[in-house]
T-cell receptor, first 115, second 111 residues
Framework: AQSVAQPEDQVNVAEGNPLTVKCTYS??????LFWYVQYPNRGLQFLLK??????LVKGSYGFEAEFNKSQTSFHLKKPSALVSDSALYFC?????????????FGAGTRLFVKA | EAQVTQNPRYLITVTGKKLTVTCSQN?????MSWYRQDPGLGLRQIYY???????DKGDVPEGYKVSRKEKRNFPLILESPSPNQTSLYFC??????????FGSGTQLSVL
């Protein structure tokens, strides 16, 4: 069965500092991995994805994530946080070998960036 | 503009009164899905549809129905809502194995 764990309910970081939001996953086949962001009173927006290829993927708004197969992780990173990055972040996984009918989401991590 | 449109945005109802939340996408996507979002639980899939007239249960389908008579529309039906269905609901669609496009959400309160 697929599952996603986001071990931190909340991450606090000062503006200008690097940020990391952690994600680990479990899937029997090839993982398709995604990060989405949710701003207040909005739907989820796509940030980046890993399907195949380079383990380091770059996405919107300066975010990047590294796929680590041995650690089954897909942590979201940004070199320099902005106050406007404060939002709820979701990691998600699909099993690429079973047709990808289901996308499983983590519980979400709330990011607070302090000025 | 490519988008997924949900209506209504907010809905307050009473236990047992049937309701429908509409979802429409203009991207010709074959795949559509409904999720509910609850604090600490993330998004959980209710139902999904791979194409017209093809629907299947997600992880939390009890108390919900869906239909897919046209490619662009995927309504969510609560025939007898209960307070435990109070939640934030999202419709989403995608093409192939790509990213999901989400609607703006429907905040449902069942009293």
């Amino acid at each position: 069965a697929q599952s996603v764990a986001q071990p931190e309910d909340q991450v606090n970081v000062a503006e200008g500092n690097p940020l990391t939001v952690k994600c680990t996953y479990s899937v029997s086949g090839n993982p398709y991995l995604f990060w989405y962001v949710q701003y207040p009173n909005r739907g989820l927006q796509f940030l980046l994805k890993y399907i195949t290829g380079d383990n380091l993927v770059k996405g919107s708004y300066g975010f990047e994530a590294e796929f680590n197969k041995s650690q089954t992780s897909f942590h979201l990173k940004k070199p320099s946080a902005l106050v406007s990055d404060s939002a709820l972040y979701f990691c998600a996984v699909r099993d690429g070998d079973t047709g990808g009918f289901k996308t499983i989401f983590g519980a979400g991590t709330r990011l607070f960036v302090k000025a | 503009e490519a988008q997924v449109t949900q209506n209504p945005r907010y809905l307050i109802t009473v236990t047992g009164k049937k309701l429908t939340v509409t979802c429409s996408q203009n991207m010709n996507h074959e795949y559509m899905s409904w999720y509910r979002q609850d604090p600490g639980l993330g998004l959980r899939q209710i139902y999904y549809s791979m194409n017209v007239e093809v629907t299947d249960k997600g992880d939390v389908p009890e108390g919900y129905k869906v239909s897919r008579k046209e490619k662009r529309n995927f309504p969510l039906i609560l025939e007898s809502p209960s307070p435990n269905q109070t939640s934030l609901y999202f419709c989403a669609s995608r093409a192939g194995y790509e990213k999901l496009f989400f609607g703006s959400g429907t905040q449902l309160s069942v009293l």
